[in-house]
């Protein structure tokens, strides 16, 4: 009912957005979520589905993917949501990344990993491309669920088991304290949070601006079904992974192989690309990505940019099916100064971003934090 009052409001049905859903939800709120869309049609759905820790950025981001690794493995069987397979195991061609592999395994955060043999690495994935292989990290932690299902299957476990309202097709464009007016009226709650993505300018242009976050366009593709005996145990990253995942550039043998990659892979780091190789329950597999970054990102897909994604893919897998059947566009708030923020306008509206295309795999611990702050 319209003329209803709310415990919590949210703008934004992306994973950040159901996430907060959730987290209050369970703590027996009344929750309405507002979406400008019909669906998820944003980040949310344009990635890996890949629930990464390791790797992850040192203190809270990998503590927050810990904890959603926790929840998504315990949500997945209650609304439906398949995991299409488990682990993760990270391929390096060098004796420098060997080095950053060595070097993470000996942390808190590599406990749970073990560092592979090329011989022990044929074992475990013995479609690799060995050539050039000089070892591996192989991790238990990571999940991969279907983002476009999961996200679908997720809005109706919260309207199913929890009554959760969703608003679809509705524009908040404006937020004062305890109202929302939106596109189908107003509304009230007692709080409010705001999990908008990329949309930078409708509701509180000043937080992102004080914060500096700008968009970062991605490329990824889905290559057609591999043999029925063809299977990944296991979602495959490369030597890229290792200059771009916090937990690994933050080791001190990583500046020495960003040196390397420099001078042997400039063109593949100027467009942002690191490798992540996925599959899905029919057989295709998903893989990306490439980063750009601006205020204003033209939509246009490059093929050299493909052609350098699929050609890095090929040195780390044999993969027999190459056509690529499916390709797009991603895009989501970044900032260089933090993985994710939460801003305060009012004391009863916060402001919520991922800023570093962690949503998947960090957002159902974030929520937790900023629901028990809000009701505390």
């Not at 209650?78 to 061609?93: G, P, W």
């Not at 708030?333 to 402001?351: I, M, N, Q």
């Not at 991922?354 to 960090?362: D, E, K």
Request: with cysteine; proline share 4%.
């Amino acid at each position: 009912m319209r003329g209803a009052r709310y415990d919590v409001a949210i703008v934004g049905a992306g994973i950040v957005g159901l996430a907060h859903a959730l987290a209050a939800a369970r703590r027996g709120l009344r929750v309405i979520v507002f979406d400008r869309d019909s669906r998820a049609n944003g980040a949310s759905v344009r990635n890996f589905g890949f629930i990464t820790v390791t790797g992850q950025l040192a203190g809270l981001t990998w503590k927050r993917a810990r904890r959603s690794r926790d929840i998504w493995e315990e949500l997945a069987p209650l609304a439906d949501i398949e995991i299409v397979h488990r682990n993760e195991c990270l391929i390096v061609h060098s004796r420098e990344a060997v080095k950053v592999l060595t070097e993470f395994a000996a942390t808190d955060m590599g406990a749970d990993c073990q560092l592979l043999s090329p011989e022990q690495l044929r074992e475990r994935v013995p479609m690799a491309n060995f050539d050039d292989v000089c070892g591996a990290l192989w991790s238990p932690l990571e999940l991969r669920i279907e983002p476009r299902a999961a996200l679908s299957g997720l809005a109706a476990h919260l309207g199913k088991r929890y009554g959760v309202r969703i608003e679809w097709d509705t524009q908040v464009w404006q937020i004062a304290t305890h109202r929302l007016d939106t596109t189908a009226g107003t509304f009230e709650a007692d709080r409010i949070i705001v999990a908008s993505g990329p949309d930078l300018l409708t509701l509180f242009p000043e937080v992102h601006a004080k914060r500096k976050v700008s968009l970062c366009k991605l490329q990824m593709l889905r290559l057609a079904p591999q043999p029925s005996d063809w299977k990944l145990p296991a979602a495959i990253m490369s030597d890229f992974g290792l200059v771009r995942y916090g937990g690994f550039s933050a080791q001190p043998a990583a500046a020495g192989l960003r040196t390397l990659l420099e001078v042997e892979q400039a063109q593949l780091l100027s467009y942002g690309i690191h490798l992540i190789v996925v599959q899905s329950s029919d057989g295709s597999l998903i893989i990306g990505d490439s980063h750009e970054y601006g205020m204003t990102l033209d939509p246009f897909y490059s093929s050299e940019i493909e052609a350098a994604i699929l050609s890095l893919a090929h040195s780390v897998l044999h993969m027999p099916h190459g056509d690529v059947v499916e390709r797009w566009i991603g895009v989501y708030p970044y900032s260089k100064t933090c993985d994710a923020f939460v801003d305060s306008p009012d004391p009863h509206t916060r402001v919520v971003e991922v800023t570093s295309g962690t949503g998947m795999s960090t957002a159902f611990g974030l929520a937790e934090e900023v629901i028990a702050e809000l009701f505390a």
